[in-house]
């Protein structure tokens, strides 16, 4: 079974970065799509990003897309998200996903396997 885990997340200004990393100890995320999902308080879970199985299709949310990357590593079994120009808004917990698919998912039910999220915070 997959295991995701998510780190990278804090605390960070308005205008700052952060990078997000999701790995699967058990070294098999290279056979999945990732995608990575937010949940502020009060909120319901969005999509955030996803890639493919290869990295070569990519998508982002329009609230994101411009300043958020996802990127991956296939060798280092690692998936990134690159977070720039953070807003408030932006504040919630991230979480990674993987799917059974070579495409990229945007549909939270395409998603078997789950991380346990990261806090990312954007205040002053």
């Known amino acids: 079974q997959v295991q995701l885990v998510e780190s990278g997340g804090g605390l960070v200004q308005p205008g700052g970065s952060l990078r997000l990393s999701c790995v699967d100890p058990?070294?098999?995320?290279?056979?999945?799509?990732v995608g990575w999902f937010r949940q502020a308080p009060g909120k319901e879970r969005e999509f955030v990003s996803a890639?493919?199985?290869?990295?070569?299709?990519?998508y982002s949310s329009p609230s994101v897309r411009g300043r958020f990357t996802i990127s991956r590593d296939n060798a280092k079994n690692t998936v990134y998200l690159e977070m720039n120009s953070l807003k408030p808004e932006d504040t919630a917990v991230y979480y990674c996903?993987?799917?059974?698919?070579?495409?990229?998912?945007?549909?939270?039910?395409?998603?078997?396997?789950w991380g346990q999220g990261t806090q990312v915070t954007v205040s002053s």
């Open positions: 890639i493919s199985r290869s990295g070569t299709s990519k």
């Open positions: 058990g070294r098999t995320l290279s056979n999945y799509a």
């Open positions: 996903a993987a799917g059974t698919s070579y495409q990229v998912l945007l549909q939270e039910r395409d998603y078997d396997y």
